[in-house]
């Protein structure tokens, strides 16, 4: 079974739609289409997906549950984007540390602490 065969073909169609038409869309549109997109081409979509992620999680109220929780998705879409990939590196890092404060202002040290040894580590 292959990527393709997981998603359905009207769903990628739509977010290819939505990403190249010519109207503005929200970045909550735009986040749906990158998740779809990831599934059918990882390599191409996850970095754009990650990114969409850490930028949504700076534009939105402060939130540390809600924060926390969109930047783990950015930093497990890092996670999963090929080594090869030239913005893995950078946006990993930014998924992880963003992770780190919020799991700080959570009073959850240890699990901050598990992200700052991953931090370190060579990637």
Same mark, same amino acid.
């Given at each position: 079974?292959?990527?393709? $065969?997981? #998603?359905?073909?009207?769903? !990628?169609?739509?977010?290819? %739609?939505? =990403?190249?038409?010519?109207?503005?869309?929200? %970045?909550?549109? *735009?986040?749906?289409?990158?998740?779809?997109?990831?599934? #059918?081409? @990882?390599? !191409?979509? =996850? @970095?754009?997906?990650? *990114?969409?992620?850490?930028?949504?999680?700076?534009?939105?109220?402060?939130?540390?549950?809600?924060?926390?929780?969109?930047?783990?998705?950015?930093? $497990?879409?890092?996670?999963?984007?090929?080594?090869?990939? @030239?913005?893995?590196?950078?946006? =990993?890092?930014?998924?992880?540390?963003?992770?780190?404060?919020?799991?700080?202002? =959570?009073?959850?040290? $240890?699990?901050?602490?598990?992200?700052?040894?991953?931090?370190?580590? @060579?990637?």
């Amino acid at each position: 079974m292959n990527h393709r $065969e997981n #998603v359905g073909h009207d769903a !990628v169609l739509r977010a290819r %739609i939505l =990403l190249l038409g010519s109207g503005t869309i929200t %970045i909550h549109e *735009q986040i749906d289409a990158y998740r779809v997109l990831a599934r #059918v081409s @990882p390599a !191409v979509h =996850l @970095p754009r997906l990650a *990114q969409a992620l850490l930028d949504y999680a700076t534009s939105v109220p402060r939130d540390p549950e809600t924060h926390l929780t969109v930047v783990t998705e950015a930093a $497990e879409a890092a996670r999963r984007m090929d080594v090869a990939e @030239p913005r893995r590196s950078k946006l =990993l890092s930014a998924a992880l540390e963003a992770c780190r404060r919020e799991l700080l202002a =959570l009073g959850r040290e $240890e699990e901050a602490a598990v992200l700052g040894e991953e931090m370190t580590r @060579p990637a």
